[in-house]
């Protein structure tokens, strides 16, 4: 029986190495947009913003993770994920997540000379993304 290609992955915040394993496929959002990583794929370092981080071991096992941010290192046989803050899709209160979203447009909504404009659109950001991870969860159980 011939073994499917895969890479070592580490998924690591600053509490916890929250994922280690041989992957079939891995996707996470750049800042240039979404990359897809694949066994081979070319050496490569960049920062990844919010959001989820969609993989496939080399079980057929599917996960997603939220990432608020960090850093993403391609190597030829490893990629390595340090996260700002990292949790599992699983792990996240969706009514919080929404809550956080709402507060945080209706400060933006707001005449009030005391609010942190730039503070206040990354909680909305972070709160968008958060429940972008959700949803990719919701539709990978679907299928």
């Keep these: 029986m011939m073994m499917m290609p ?3 992955c580490y998924i690591v915040s600053f509490e916890e190495i929250l994922f280690s394993g ?3 496929w891995l996707s996470v959002i750049g800042t240039q947009g979404e990359i897809g990583i694949y066994p081979g794929h070319t050496p490569l370092l960049t920062e990844i913003c919010p959001g989820p981080a ?7 096992e599917e996960k997603i993770f939220y990432l608020s ?3 993403l290192e391609i190597l030829p046989r490893e990629v390595k994920i340090l996260a ?3 949790l599992r899709a699983d792990d996240i209160d ?5 809550e956080a979203r709402h507060a945080a ?6 005449k009030q000379d005391q609010v942190n ?6 909680e909305l950001a972070e709160a968008a993304a958060l429940l972008h991870t959700i949803r990719r969860k919701n539709r990978m159980k679907k299928f």
């Design 105 to 110: 447009e209706k400060q933006l909504l707001s």
């Design 22 to 24: 041989e992957l079939a």
């Design 117 to 122: 404009y730039a503070q206040v659109a990354t």
């Design 69 to 71: 941010g960090g850093y």
């Design 94 to 98: 969706e009514r919080r997540a929404e």
């Design 84 to 86: 700002d803050t990292a």
């Design 54 to 60: 969609h993989l496939k071991t080399t079980d057929h």
């Design 6 to 8: 895969s890479f070592k």
